[in-house]
C-alpha cells in the first residue's frame, strides 16, 4: 500500500493528511467516513466481541438517568481484565464528573487500579493530563507492569499464540510462574477461564459460559491482544505503581490539582472476589477528608458506607448498575459535591 503526506487546508479542517492507496470499490465509504470523522467532535473505537464499531462523538452532552443500568455496551472496553467488581457501567458519569471539574485535572489518581477502566478512558480520552494507578495485588500488578514497561508486545504475542484447551489451562494455572511476564500472562488466563473473573482462591473454572462454549467462552486472543498493544501506545500517560492504596492516597494529598478515583473492595462482597481486599474503609473515608483535590468513591449500598459518608460531611447518590448476573441493583457515588449528577 502506498502513502504519502500532503494537506488539503480547503477541504478538511485538519489541515494535514496522509494519502493512502485503496481498492476502488471501498473509495465512496472510506471518503464519507473521512468526512463525517473530520466534521466529528471526536470519535471512539470499541469493540463488540471481535467487531470493531466506530463512533462519532457529538457536543451535545449525554445525560444519564440514576434509576437506570448504563448500557455497557455502549462504553469502550479497553481493559484486558473482566474484572469482579469492574466500573464499565460507571464511565458514562466519570466523564461527566472529571469533566465538571472547571479545568482538567492534572493528574488523574486511581489507588484501587484493578482492571483500571477509569484511568485507562481518562488516558485514552484525555479527560486528564496523566493517571496514575496502584494495584496491591501481586498478580494484577503483574499484568499491568508487563503491559506498561516494555513487554506488553510480548504478552500480546504470547496470548495470540496460546492454544486455550483444557490440558493447557490446566498447565499453566498450576505451574509457578518464574518470571514476571510468565506471571502476567497467567494472571489473564485465570481471569478469562474462571467463573466471574474471579482471581481470588477457591474459584472454579467457567463450566458452562457463553452459547455453552465452556472455558472458550471469555476468551478473546485478537480483542485481548490489541488492547494490550493500545494501551502499550499510550504509556507515556499512565504511571503504574505496585502500592498500598493510603501511601499513594497520602502522597498527593496536598495537590489541589490532583483528582481521586476511589473504588475500594467492597465491605460486603470483598472477601470472595479478591486475593487482597482488607481496607480499613473509617481510614480511607477520613484520609479523603484531608484531600485538597477533588475525588469520587464509589461504594456498595450500605447503611455502614451511608454512615461513614454523612459523619465525614460528603454527599453520597445511589446510582442503579447490572452484577454480573445482570441483576439490577444500586451502588452508592461519594464526594465532596455531586451537583455535577443534576
Known amino acids: 500500500m502506498a502513502r504519502s503526506s500532503t494537506t488539503y487546508p480547503t477541504k478538511w479542517r485538519n ?8 481498492p476502488e470499490h471501498l473509495a465512496d465509504s472510506i471518503t464519507e467516513i473521512a468526512k463525517r470523522l473530520d466534521a466529528a467532535e471526536g ?5 463488540d466481541n471481535e467487531t470493531l464499531v466506530l463512533e462519532f462523538l457529538k457536543s451535545t452532552p449525554s445525560h444519564y438517568d440514576l434509576a437506570r443500568p448504563v448500557n455497557v455496551a455502549s462504553v469502550p472496553q479497553r481493559s484486558p481484565f473482566r474484572y469482579p467488581g469492574g466500573k464499565t457501567w460507571l464511565i458514562p458519569h466519570i466523564r461527566a464528573w472529571l469533566r465538571s471539574q472547571g479545568k482538567k485535572p492534572i493528574r488523574l489518581v ?28 501481586p498478580a494484577v ?83 485481548l491482544a490489541r488492547r494490550i ?66 475525588f469520587l468513591m464509589s461504594y456498595d449500598n450500605t447503611q455502614e458506607i451511608a454512615k461513614l459518608a454523612e459523619d465525614h460531611g460528603f454527599q453520597s447518590r445511589a446510582i442503579a448498575m447490572k452484577n454480573t448476573h445482570h441483576a439490577k441493583m444500586t451502588e452508592l457515588l461519594i464526594g465532596r459535591d455531586l451537583s455535577w449528577i443534576d
Not at 480520552?125 to 496502584?134: D, F, K
Open 15 to 22: 489541515s494535514k493528511t496522509t494519502v493512502i492507496r485503496i
Open 43 to 47: 470519535y471512539t473505537i470499541r469493540e
Open 110 to 137: 486511581e489507588p484501587f487500579a484493578g482492571g483500571g477502566i477509569v484511568g485507562l478512558t481518562a488516558a485514552f480520552e484525555g479527560l486528564a493530563r496523566h493517571v496514575i494507578m496502584a494495584e496491591l495485588d
Open 141 to 223: 500488578a503483574a499484568v499491568w507492569r508487563v503491559v506498561l514497561n516494555g513487554q506488553a508486545e510480548w504478552l500480546a504475542t504470547k496470548i495470540e499464540k496460546f492454544d486455550l484447551s483444557l490440558g493447557n489451562v490446566r498447565s499453566v494455572l498450576d505451574t509457578a510462574p518464574s518470571t514476571l511476564r510468565e506471571r502476567a500472562f497467567q494472571t489473564i488466563v485465570r481471569n478469562r477461564v474462571q467463573r466471574g473473573g474471579i482471581l481470588a482462591p477457591g474459584a472454579g473454572l467457567v463450566k458452562t459460559g457463553e452459547s455453552g462454549r465452556g472455558i472458550n467462552s471469555r476468551w478473546y486472543p485478537a480483542t
Open 229 to 294: 498493544r493500545e494501551i502499550n501506545q499510550r504509556k507515556d500517560r499512565i504511571t503504574f505503581l505496585e502500592e498500598d492504596a493510603f501511601s499513594l492516597i497520602t502522597e498527593h494529598a496536598g495537590d489541589g490539582e490532583c483528582a481521586f478515583y476511589i473504588d475500594p473492595p467492597y465491605t460486603v462482597a470483598a472477601r470472595r472476589l479478591y486475593a487482597t481486599w482488607k481496607v480499613d474503609h473509617a481510614k480511607l473515608f477520613r484520609t479523603m477528608q484531608s484531600c485538597k483535590g477533588d
